[in-house]
């Protein structure tokens, strides 16, 4: 179990993440300052041309971090033999009620594992770090797209199933990918509305992006068979 309660973890006494025994050797910690740099570089390094030619999720999580209502425990690292090999990101959310009113979730992701670490559980200790964590600091609800088989097996659903939307989609179908985890009970009943993400998943593109990318060591983008876009 680690501590949570260092300086850098101000407002959170007490909290910890327990380590993973499915995957020895693992520490599951918060993210310490000193060490966003290397996290953007391991996202940076896991995303790219994965969904497409480069990527842009080591900038959503570096202005993340800076956006209203981040907490020290909403950024989690995996650590394996003194390295960082994995990290998630929580960030805020709310569903925009039907009945008036918004709800406050968080979103699960970026998710990412060193290519180099793949299929050997760290994601899936990331998974579960996260929703402990999340459930101890009393939030609602988790909500990510992803693949649904994968999502599922850690108590995923379609957000649908809860009458939540994202954006202009029905309610009914449409976006299986699209999931939520209530994190007690009756947590989404009544709930159905619509699905409001940080704007910053939205903004990833242009100079700004362009002038933050440029620091980091350049890499060519490919077009790959599978990609999203």
């Not at 740099?37 to 995303?47: K, M, Y």
């Not at 709310?94 to 406050?104: K, Q, T, V």
């Not at 559980?121 to 609800?141: F, K, N, S, W, Y």
Request: aromatic letters at 8%; proline letters at 9%.
């Amino acid at each position: 179990m680690i501590s949570m309660n260092d300086e850098n973890l101000e407002g959170t006494p007490g909290l910890a993440i327990d380590d993973d025994p499915a995957v020895p050797g693992l520490s599951l910690r918060p993210e310490r300052a000193e060490e966003r740099r290397p996290v953007e570089e391991l996202t940076r390094e896991a995303f790219w041309n994965r969904y497409a030619p480069g990527c842009t999720e080591h900038f959503i999580l570096h202005r993340l971090r800076e956006a209203p209502g981040f907490r020290p425990w909403h950024s989690i690292v995996a650590e394996y033999d003194g390295s960082a090999v994995g990290h998630a990101l929580l960030s805020p959310a709310d569903i925009l009620l039907d009945a008036g009113g918004a709800l406050p979730v968080l979103t699960l992701g970026p998710l990412s594992v060193l290519p180099a670490c793949a299929r050997r559980g760290v994601g899936a200790a990331l998974m579960r770090a996260a929703i402990q964590v999340a459930r101890e600091q009393g939030e609602t609800a988790l909500l990510l797209t992803g693949d649904p088989a994968y999502y599922g097996r850690f108590g995923f659903l379609p957000a649908s199933a809860f009458g939540v939307r994202m954006g202009a989609l029905p309610a009914s179908g449409g976006a299986p990918y699209f999931m939520a985890l209530p994190l007690f009970d009756g947590a989404l009943a009544g709930k159905a509305g619509r699905y409001r993400a940080s704007p910053l998943f939205e903004e990833a593109e242009g100079e700004a992006f362009a002038a933050y990318d440029s620091a980091f060591p350049p890499r060519r983008k490919l077009k790959l068979p599978g990609q999203l876009r």
